[in-house]
């Protein structure tokens, strides 16, 4: 009996009384705030892309370091003391759990404090800028002057240094052999103003990618003709007809491309032309086809050189 009442008391003593226990917890988060204060009201960001981990050694009785686990430990640190950028050494406080007495345990950090780095923010708007990799085949165009981009500029915050260094946004598109036109999203890429990649590990932007519009249709070189009505003792055989210029070239769908195999101007009445003259006609194109050559007109010089005239 006593050995069991002596073997008892030995227990109650290690397990509730004997203050020389202790246990460490590896790799426990410390907790940040105080962020709105150094973000919203100070204009700073935190540079860092990990959480803070430290290791925490707790000692006490057994019952009350028992009760702690890196689960319901918690480590603070307070960013409101910060008030310029650069890096800052933080401490942080060890908050134990409520069943936890206070003073029964104290806590040894490794480290005893966290670097914190901050840099001031900024934003800005940049400019989307369209580069081309490859082309077209020969016989089609891609129609870069009705180009159309979903954002035509892009947001970015971040360390005011590095937005600084930032001026467009940069969309490559792959030309390379398309025959129908391109309706595609593309991630872009941060450029400084000589066209070289800036670091952006730090940056944020309003969008991810940018949805481009690159209208591509085929190119075909149509001739211009005339009709000329008979009259005034002139025939189409006996006038000389010459059209500037010749043919324009046009772009539109394959189909209706495939189907146009000439172009009239329209009609001349030579009854109504007594000597050499030039008429000027507007060239007129189906819907849906566009005149690539950027010629409203076209010029019409008729002559007579196989008749005489005589009163």
């Not at 935190?46 to 009350?64: A, C, F, H, K, P």
């Not at 081309?132 to 159309?148: F, Q, R």
């Not at 000589?194 to 085929?218: C, H, Q, W």
């Not at 025939?235 to 070239?249: C, F, G, L, Q, R």
Request: charged content about 25%; some cysteine; overall charge negative.
């Amino acid at each position: 009996l006593a050995l069991a009442i002596a073997l008892g008391l030995w227990l109650y003593v290690v397990n509730y009384i004997n203050t020389d226990y202790e246990q460490t917890l590896y790799n426990v988060p410390v907790g940040l705030e105080g962020q709105s204060i150094l973000t919203a009201d100070r204009g700073f960001m935190i540079l860092s892309e990990d959480e803070y981990r430290v290791n925490i050694t707790v000692s006490g009785s057994r019952q009350d370091v028992s009760k702690v686990n890196s689960g319901n430990i918690q480590l603070v640190a307070d960013l409101s003391k910060i008030s310029e950028p650069g890096e800052h050494k933080l401490t942080y406080n060890v908050i134990f759990p409520g069943d936890v007495p206070t003073g029964s345990v104290s806590a040894q950090k490794d480290p005893d404090r966290v670097t914190v780095v901050v840099a001031k923010r900024k934003t800005k708007e940049i400019p989307v800028v369209v580069e081309y990799d490859g082309d077209v085949p020969a016989n089609y165009i891609k129609d870069t002057a009705t180009l159309e981009l979903d954002y035509e500029y892009v947001e970015i915050t971040g360390p005011e240094d590095v937005v600084e260094q930032i001026d467009h946004a940069t969309v490559v598109v792959d030309c390379e052999g398309r025959t129908d036109s391109i309706y595609e999203s593309y991630r872009y890429e941060l450029q400084d103003s000589d066209n070289k990649p800036v670091d952006a590990g730090f940056i944020t932007t309003n969008v991810s990618e940018v949805k481009v519009y690159l209208p591509v249709s085929m190119v075909k070189k149509i001739p211009l003709t005339i009709t000329l009505l008979d009259g005034g003792g002139a025939t189409a055989d006996t006038t000389s007809a010459v059209i500037e210029p010749k043919e324009i070239s046009v772009s539109g769908n394959e189909a209706v491309l495939n189907a146009l195999t000439e172009l009239n101007l329209g009609t001349i009445d030579l009854a109504q032309i007594t000597e050499d003259t030039e008429k000027e006609f507007e060239i007129s194109l189906p819907e849906g086809v566009n005149n690539v050559s950027n010629l409203p007109t076209a010029s019409v010089s008729i002559s007579f050189p196989k008749l005489a005239t005589r009163e």
